[in-house]
């Protein structure tokens, strides 16, 4: 069975989206990645990791927009969730990890975790 592909968008690539790759990648059946929307972020957001995910999650409204501006015609057919995290957090910080379990819950199919 093919790995879920998950790729998380915040600004720099810092704190809340490697937070998600790091709980996510652990998951049975997935895969995730993490990327940022500015210009010094750590892992930069590019068209192959548009094309790579299966489901695309940005952390603010502003990303997602960002996404669509520079990407749209690759997210036609994309399902682009927002989830409302804002830039508040430490990397691992506790309670970032719940919020993002609570959130990202929804979207993945009974993975056994």
């Not at 998380?8 to 790759?21: D, G, I, L, Y």
């Not at 995290?85 to 609570?102: G, N, Q």
Request: charged content about 25%; aromatic content about 8%; some cysteine.
């Amino acid at each position: 069975m093919a790995k879920l592909k998950l790729l998380f968008v915040c600004s720099r690539n810092r704190m809340r989206s490697p937070t998600a790759e790091a709980v996510f990648g652990s998951y049975e059946g997935v895969e995730a990645l993490s990327v940022g929307t500015a210009p010094d972020a750590e892992t930069p957001v590019s068209a192959e990791l548009i094309e790579w995910a299966d489901i695309v999650f940005a952390m603010e409204g502003v990303h997602r927009k960002r996404l669509m501006n520079a990407f749209g015609a690759l997210l036609q057919d994309k399902r682009v969730v927002v989830l409302g995290i804002r830039d508040r957090y430490a990397y691992m910080e506790p309670e970032l990890v719940e919020l993002l379990k609570s959130k990202v819950a929804s979207y993945l199919p009974k993975l056994g975790v």
